[in-house]
């Protein structure tokens, strides 16, 4: 079975399920959508959903991992939960898509078991991250396309969102940032996150990494953080301005480099409102992410260039795949009142951080070998 949490990545839990899942290590959200499950579904239905997004690869990258959601809008808990990729109509010249020993392989179609524990709750979303090689003779343009299928052992009621296709495109050179937005939790007395709501009145974090899989290099990140209404943001970074209500934090770190396959965690202090309704999970909040500067790699660090070189900016080279530079998430609150604060700071992830999600691009590090250089 693929494992599935949706808990955080620097959480020792997370090793384990990278150590049994050969695939990647998985993450989880909430998305910004209604908190509701559809008037007609019985107590015991599962309103399950996918959404697949992420499927554009940078022209000379060996691969990336795209970002599977799988949505619960209940009522039910989803039980006996499987995802299937058809990919009779991917270009297998140019892609490689192998996802054994951790699913099983019929044909032109790949099945994911997932275990019951790892399917979200009500009005929840887990993410998979979904490797995707690029083969080394493959050139840009059109590379087929993927369909992911979800089903259970539970009810459906709405059937029209079990399924979507995806066009997976080797794309043009550039940065491919990728923002992965976690749900927010309530603190242990060290400061992780648990899987308990944030108590009214309290306070927590936002957490999120963000990931470069181009094959160029992100010459500073600018992040736009929204949270939810009834939070905000605890307390004012330096590289941040802030919006009236203090809901909306946008962050530009001009000296952060992100190669590429190389990746960062980030987080902000957050308070929950005394009045905030409880016990629920409050949904709209997203991040965003994009490269300030993109520049390949063996371009000279220098303030002043000279009159016949200049730097390649966002709108001469876009991000590679935009469509995974947005993420939402919800602050799970409780009913009751504070009793825990928050820990500051914005950090460079590191120690075991890294080398947890370092396991995320074992899998890629054999197609690199086999890509070929970066040129400038």
């Known amino acids: 079975m693929i494992p599935a949490s949706r808990g955080y990545p620097l959480k020792s839990s997370v090793s384990r399920v990278l150590t049994r899942a050969g695939l990647a290590a998985t993450v989880g959200l909430i998305a910004a959508t209604a908190f509701a499950a559809p008037a007609s579904a019985a ?4 309103d399950l959903s996918v959404r697949f997004e992420g499927t554009t690869i940078a022209a000379l990258a060996p691969g990336k ?3 599977l959601t799988i949505r ?12 299937t990729f058809d990919v009779s109509a991917l270009d297998d010249g140019k892609i490689e898509f192998d996802l054994s020993p951790d699913c099983s392989t019929v044909g032109d179609e790949v ?5 019951d524990s790892d399917i979200p709750p009500a009005g929840g979303e887990t993410e998979v991250p979904i490797p995707i090689g690029r083969k080394a003779s493959a050139t840009p343009g059109p590379a087929g396309s993927i369909k992911a299928t979800i089903s259970s052992d539970t009810n459906d009621p709405n059937s029209g969102n079990n399924s979507q296709t995806v066009n997976v495109v080797v794309g043009t050179s550039g940065a491919d940032v990728q923002v992965v937005a976690f749900d927010v939790y309530a603190l242990d007395g060290a400061g992780d996150p648990t899987t308990d709501p944030v108590p009214l009145g309290g306070s927590s974090e936002v957490q999120g990494i963000i990931f470069n899989w181009g094959d160029m290099t992100a010459v500073g990140i600018k992040v736009v953080v929204t949270l939810p209404e009834f939070v905000t943001f605890g307390e004012v970074e330096p590289d941040c301005t802030y919006s009236a209500d203090n809901r909306v934090a946008t962050c530009t770190y001009d000296d ?3 190669g590429f396959f190389q990746f960062l965690g980030v987080f902000w202090p957050v308070n929950v409102a005394a009045d905030a309704p409880g016990p629920t999970a409050l949904q709209g909040g997203s991040m965003v992410v994009s490269a300030i500067d993109v520049r390949s790699e063996n371009i000279p660090e220098a303030r002043a260039l000279p009159k016949n070189m200049r730097r390649i900016a966002p709108d001469d080279v876009p991000d590679v795949d935009p469509s995974d530079n947005t993420d939402p998430f919800a602050v799970f609150v409780a009913g009751d ?8 700071g914005l950090y460079a992830m590191s120690g075991a951080g890294l080398l ?7 899998l890629l590090a054999r197609r690199r070998r086999n890509a070929p250089a970066t040129t400038g």
Request: charged fraction near 15%.
């Open 43 to 46: 107590p015991d239905d599962s």
């Open 65 to 67: 991992f795209s970002k």
């Open 72 to 83: 619960n809008d209940g009522p039910g808990a989803g039980t006996g939960v499987k995802v």
């Open 111 to 115: 099945t994911c078991a997932f275990d």
């Open 256 to 258: 952060v480099v992100l």
């Open 337 to 344: 009142l504070p009793v825990t604060g928050a820990q500051a």
């Open 356 to 362: 947890v999600l370092g396991v995320l691009i074992v």
